[in-house]
């Protein structure tokens, strides 16, 4: 790294040198049966360097770092004026975010695991057509620049997901879980699992009205993104954010507290530096319901006169990689729990529907706080009972707004994915009245 920062230093007034390399171990079980196991190791190098006032990049996914000055000084004569510093040398806060156990987890360790929890889903029911997949990564990230900056950290993370699937093969229950160290997936999981697979087989419909909604941490990242786009210093140095000027006041119910914190203990999304070297902090977002802060990188700090958060990663909804210039984005984005059990929830409801997973979450005025999202996996809940599945129901509103309307939040904090990356956690989240678009 040091040779590189020194090679673009001859051409350039700045530099930052970023390594990422994972060690990631798949496998997949179909229809009970063991489909494909999958063992590989990315590497990948990128540069950032400032020359002439503009900042350029270049990525390599091999070993082989030929060009990358050459092509990172290209970049620059075509990129954009570079008005932030890279951060320089400052104590790095200690942070769990690697499990031994975890790391030293082999494929047939985890073939054995798959195999166990199949077995124990056919001896409930052996008609479920389920498929599996347990993962294990170990990921190294390293940065330095010639501000003198030069940190690293590893984290584990191991994930379970299972689906249970339609004779026609559509999703009928997800179950996923991930954490930055292994776990079991309980008799009581798979109990829940097969019970939930069961009810989705009774097929209901609702029309279209207000009924009370539960959001279980499955579904609830679609709710937490509309807050991050409002909270993300991108929207704030483009001005688009509708909380800006908001400050210390109160935006939503009294309840709500959010939280992105990268120092919880082999977190999802765990860190000691953001991938812009910035040192990791806790950032209280919403404070019993007042505005408290946004979540910024480097440039967006500059541009909006803050401090950076620790929030500059290489990633988005949709991709990651050495590839993808930092933007802010969240770590592990909390929301702190209630004090209500998802049963004494369901209890309450005479009428409703329990929302488990969604689709096109990612869509519609982000920004906003505007929600329009397809039920995926959800239950009718009628006098206090989960009764069937819900086909053919949208749920609508807007963050800012039925978040000010919540009737209570759950005791227990669960992680939450949105669309393919582990986003944070999340209680349950019960409305008492929602717009629901149904079948008439």
């Known amino acids: 790294m040091r040779a590189l920062l020194d090679k673009a230093l001859e051409h350039a007034e700045s530099a930052e040198v970023f390594v990422?390399?994972?060690?990631?171990?798949?496998?997949?079980?179909?229809?009970?049966?063991?489909?494909?196991?999958?063992?590989?190791?990315?590497?990948?190098?990128?540069?950032?360097?400032?020359?002439?006032?503009r900042l350029g990049m270049a990525a390599s996914t091999a070993w082989e770092r030929g060009g990358l000055v050459e092509r990172a000084l290209q970049s620059a004569r075509y990129g954009q004026p570079c008005r932030f510093s890279f951060p320089d040398r400052s104590p790095l806060p200690e942070v769990k975010t690697y499990d031994e156990k975890t790391s030293s987890l082999q494929v047939e360790d985890l073939i054995a695991r798959g195999e166990d929890i199949l077995r124990r889903i056919r001896a409930l029911d052996p008609d479920i057509n389920c498929t599996l997949g347990i993962e294990r990564r170990v990921r190294k990230i390293s940065v330095a620049n010639s501000a003198g900056q030069e940190a690293s950290?590893?984290?584990?993370?191991?994930?379970?997901?299972?689906?249970?699937?339609?004779?026609?093969?559509?999703?009928?229950?997800?179950?996923?879980?991930?954490?930055?160290?292994?776990?079991?997936?309980?008799?009581?999981?798979?109990?829940?699992?097969?019970?939930?697979?069961?009810?989705?087989?009774?097929?209901?419909?609702?029309?279209?009205?207000?009924?009370?909604?539960?959001?279980?941490?499955?579904?609830?990242?679609?709710?937490?993104?509309?807050?991050?786009?409002?909270?993300?210093?991108?929207?704030?140095?483009?001005?688009?954010?509708?909380?800006?000027?908001?400050?210390?006041?109160?935006?939503?119910?009294?309840?709500?507290t959010l939280v992105d914190d990268p120092l919880r203990p082999l977190g999802l999304r765990s860190l000691v530096v953001d991938d812009e070297g910035v040192p990791a902090q806790r950032t209280v977002l919403i404070d019993r319901g007042h505005l408290k802060g946004f979540l910024f990188d480097l440039r967006t700090a500059t541009e909006t006169g803050a401090e950076p958060t620790g929030n500059g990663f290489r990633r988005n909804l949709f991709s990651e990689g050495v590839e993808v210039e930092p933007t802010p984005q969240p770590s592990n984005f909390v929301l702190e729990p209630g004090d209500v059990s998802l049963r004494d929830m369901i209890k309450d409801i005479k009428r409703g529907i329990i929302v488990e997973s969604v689709m096109g979450g990612h869509t519609g005025n982000l920004v906003a706080g505007e929600f329009s999202l397809h039920i995926g996996t959800g239950f009718l809940v009628e006098k206090g009972e989960v009764t069937g599945k819900v086909m053919d129901a949208m749920v609508a509103g807007n963050v800012y707004e039925v978040f000010n309307r919540i009737e209570a939040l759950g005791d227990t904090l669960e992680p939450t994915l949105a669309i393919f990356y582990g986003f944070g956690y999340a209680p349950a989240i019960y409305f008492k009245d929602l717009p629901v678009a149904g079948r008439d």
Do not use: C
Not at 35 to 53: F, S, W
Not at 208 to 228: D, H, M, N, Q, S
């Open 20 to 53: 990422s390399e994972d060690a990631v171990t798949p496998v997949e079980f179909v229809n009970g049966s063991l489909k494909a196991v999958t063992e590989k190791d990315v590497y990948g190098l990128a540069l950032r360097l400032v020359a002439q006032g």
């Open 153 to 256: 950290y590893s984290r584990t993370n191991y994930a379970v997901g299972m689906w249970s699937l339609s004779p026609q093969g559509f999703i009928e229950v997800p179950f996923w879980r991930e954490e930055g160290a292994e776990f079991s997936v309980t008799d009581e999981d798979i109990e829940e699992f097969v019970r939930k697979h069961r009810l989705s087989q009774r097929r209901t419909s609702v029309p279209t009205g207000r009924y009370p909604v539960i959001f279980t941490a499955g579904a609830a990242w679609a709710l937490l993104l509309r807050f991050f786009a409002g909270i993300s210093g991108e929207s704030v140095a483009k001005g688009t954010s509708p909380l800006l000027g908001k400050v210390d006041e109160r935006i939503v119910d009294e309840r709500i």
